[in-house]
C-alpha cells in the first residue's frame, strides 16, 4: 500500500486543503503516515506570505528530501506558485510534481499516476482562475474543531501583500457545495466549524446566487444549530449591522471577531492601500463592543511598514492601547518581491522594527490579560479539544476565544463543557467545572 504524507505551513486555507488531500488519498487506498515517518510520496503544502515562510517551505522541502530520498515530493501552495523555478533548484534528485494554487484538485491524481515523469508541474496562470477548487474534506485528523474554506483569493492587492498574485482573485464556493461539507462535518460530530478563506467577507459577490457572506452566516446558523460557528476574520468595513444583527440573535455564532488593522496611521493604512481608516477601524471595535460586551476581539498588526516613522508607530500604538481588543497578531513588514511595498523608499530598519514589533507583542500580553481578568468568575463553555500534557488538564476555548483549562477526565475531549474561571495566572486561565 502506498505510504503518503502531508506536511503544512501557513494559513487555515492551507490546512484545510490539505485535510482534502489526506480525504483523497484514502480514498485511493493509501495510508497516511505523519511527516516524520518515511513515505512513498510526500506532499508540502507551502506558505510564503512572509520571507520567514518562504524560508521555513524551503527548509521543510530539503529537510523531507534527506530523509526521504527516493520519495516522490508533490510541492503546492503559495511558494510552489511562486517560485516554481527555485524548486526546480533545490529538488534535484527527488521524483517532483509542482501543483500550483488553482491545480489543487487535480493533486492526489497527479501524486497517484503511473508511468509518469521524473518531474510534472502544474502551475499555470493563478490570475485567469475563473472557479475555486473543489477540495471536499471528510475529517481533521487529530483537530477538534473543522475548518470550512469558502472563499480564495483575493482583489485588494495591499501594497505589501503577495497573495493576490499566489491565490488569484476572489472565488466562491457555490452555496450547495457549502452545505453539503457542513453536512459531512455534522455526520462527522464536529461541535465547532470555522468559516475561513482569504478574503471571506467576499464570499459570493462572484457568483449568480444571490448570496453574501451575510445570508451565507444566517443560513449555516439556521441549519446547523448544534454547531458552533465562529468568522476566521472580517474587514472593519464589513462589520456593520447585519453581522452584529446575526450574531446576536443566534446563539451558535461565536462572539469572537478578528479584524485585520495593519496600522493605526492613517497615512501608512493609505500607502498600504488598506481602503478605510483608522476612524473605520474605532468604529467597528466601538459598535461590536456596544453589542456584545463579551465579544473577543483580535486584529492583525503589521510592523515597520516602509516610511512608519516613530510617529506613525506611537499613533498606532496609542489607537489599540485605547480600544477594548482582546488580543494582537503581530508581525514584523516582510518584503516580498513582486509588491509595490518592496520598491518603496524608506525601508525601516532591522533594529527599528524589532524594537517596535516587541512594544506591540507586549501590549499583546497585556490586553490578553485584562480580558481574560475581565472574565473571572463567569460561566463559559468550552469546547475540550485535548489534555494538557504538562499538567493533566482538560484545554478547550470558550465561546469568546480564551484558552480555558480544567480538570476532567479524557473522554471529555471533543465535549462542551461548563466552567468557571476561577484563576488566570502569566501562563493560563482556569476554571473549574459547573455540574
Do not use: W
Not at 35 to 64: H, M, P, W, Y
Not at 128 to 133: G, L, R, T, W
Not at 170 to 183: C, G, H, K
Amino acid at each position: 500500500m502506498t505510504k503518503v504524507a502531508v506536511a503544512t505551513l501557513g494559513c487555515k486555507v492551507n490546512q484545510f486543503e490539505s485535510a482534502s488531500f489526506i480525504t483523497g488519498f484514502k480514498e485511493q487506498g493509501c495510508v497516511i503516515v505523519p511527516a516524520t515517518e518515511k513515505a512513498d510520496i510526500f506532499v508540502i503544502n507551502t506558505c510564503t506570505v512572509t520571507g520567514r515562510a518562504g524560508q521555513q517551505s524551503r527548509q521543510l522541502i530539503r529537510k523531507i528530501m534527506r530523509k526521504n530520498p527516493e520519495a516522490r515530493l508533490v510541492v503546492t501552495g503559495c511558494y510552489a506558485q511562486m517560485a516554481a523555478e527555485e524548486l526546480l533548484d533545490i529538488v534535484v534528485d527527488n521524483p517532483l510534481a509542482i501543483i500550483g494554487n488553482g491545480n489543487k484538485h487535480l493533486l492526489v491524481k497527479t501524486a497517484l499516476a503511473d508511468k509518469q515523469p521524473d518531474m510534472v508541474m502544474l502551475t499555470g496562470r493563478i490570475s485567469a482562475k475563473k472557479e475555486i477548487c473543489p477540495l471536499p474534506v471528510q475529517r481533521f485528523s487529530g483537530r477538534t474543531r473543522a475548518y470550512m474554506r469558502i472563499q480564495d483569493g483575493c482583489n485588494n492587492f495591499c501594497t505589501y501583500c503577495i497573495v493576490p498574485h499566489t491565490r488569484g482573485r476572489s472565488r466562491s464556493l457555490p452555496l450547495e457545495q457549502v452545505l453539503e461539507q457542513m453536512r459531512i462535518f455534522a455526520q462527522q460530530g464536529y461541535l465547532e466549524v470555522i468559516i475561513t478563506g482569504i478574503n471571506v467577507g467576499k464570499y459570493g459577490l462572484d457568483l449568480n446566487e444571490g448570496e453574501s457572506i451575510y445570508s451565507l452566516l444566517e443560513r449555516l446558523c439556521r441549519d446547523f444549530p448544534s454547531i458552533r460557528i465562529r468568522l476566521s476574520s472580517v474587514e472593519p468595513t464589513e462589520v456593520d449591522e447585519r453581522l452584529l444583527d446575526i450574531m446576536t440573535r443566534n446563539a451558535n455564532f461565536m462572539p469572537h471577531l478578528h479584524i485585520p488593522l495593519q496600522s493605526g496611521d492613517d497615512g501608512v493604512l493609505a500607502r498600504m492601500n488598506r481602503r478605510y481608516t483608522t476612524e473605520t477601524f474605532v468604529r467597528a471595535v466601538q459598535k461590536i463592543s456596544c453589542a456584545l460586551p463579551h465579544c473577543a476581539i483580535g486584529c492583525d498588526i503589521l510592523g515597520g511598514f516602509p516610511g512608519e516613522d516613530d510617529s506613525a508607530a506611537t499613533h498606532t500604538f496609542k489607537l489599540l492601547e485605547g480600544l477594548p481588543i482582546s488580543y494582537l497578531h503581530v508581525f514584523p513588514y516582510s518584503k516580498r518581491p513582486g509588491t509595490l511595498a518592496a520598491q518603496y523608499k524608506n525601508q525601516v530598519p532591522g533594529p527599528v522594527k524589532d524594537q517596535r514589533v516587541a512594544r506591540l507583542r507586549k501590549l499583546d500580553q497585556e490586553k490578553k490579560h485584562q480580558f481574560y481578568t475581565r472574565h473571572l468568575a463567569t460561566e463559559q463553555t468550552i469546547l475540550v479539544e485535548r489534555v494538557h500534557q504538562k499538567t493533566g488538564l482538560l484545554q478547550g476555548f470558550s465561546e469568546n476565544y480564551i484558552p480555558v483549562r480544567c480538570e476532567g477526565a479524557a473522554d471529555l475531549v471533543r465535549t462542551l463543557v461548563r466552567v468557571r474561571i476561577t484563576e488566570v495566572t502569566d501562563s493560563a486561565v482556569l476554571a473549574e467545572r459547573v455540574e
